[in-house]
């Protein structure tokens, strides 16, 4: 078992960055994929970023490609997102999770077992 625990959010102007990050207990991190996703009021919670174990290879949703990159540091059982060049649309509650391996595709809430409580983002125009 993995308790997450996000930090990081705050209120940021659009076109600024922000960095989250997951802070993850337990001995076994590095044995978890780890996802961001996030959920505006009254919307679905949307995948965001993906990371395997290793961190080897990295998974975007569409509208957070080329402005978001996450990361890992298994020393430190930690995964981070860079944001960058936010937008307003970017504005939701951030959560961290973690997959255990094996459970499905790395896009979906589904898959993910472990879950944090959450970073608000909000992003002003």
């Known amino acids: 078992q993995v308790q997450l625990v996000e930090s990081g959010g705050g209120l940021v102007q659009a076109g600024g960055s922000l960095r989250l990050s997951c802070a993850a207990s337990?001995?076994?991190?590095?044995?978890?994929?780890m996802g961001w996703f996030r959920q505006a009021p009254g919307k679905e919670r949307d995948f965001v970023a993906a990371i395997k174990m290793s961190g080897g290879s990295t998974y975007y949703g569409d509208s957070v490609k080329g402005r978001f990159t996450i990361s890992r540091d298994n020393a430190k059982t930690t995964v981070y997102l860079q944001m960058n060049i936010l937008e307003p649309e970017d504005t939701a509650t951030y959560y961290c999770?973690?997959?255990?391996?094996?459970?499905?595709?790395?896009?979906?809430?589904?898959?993910?077992?472990?879950w944090g409580q959450g970073t608000q983002v909000t992003v002003s125009s």
């Open positions: 999770a973690a997959r255990v391996i094996g459970s499905g595709s790395y896009y979906s809430a589904a898959a993910y077992h472990y």
């Open positions: 337990g001995r076994t991190f590095s044995t978890y994929a």
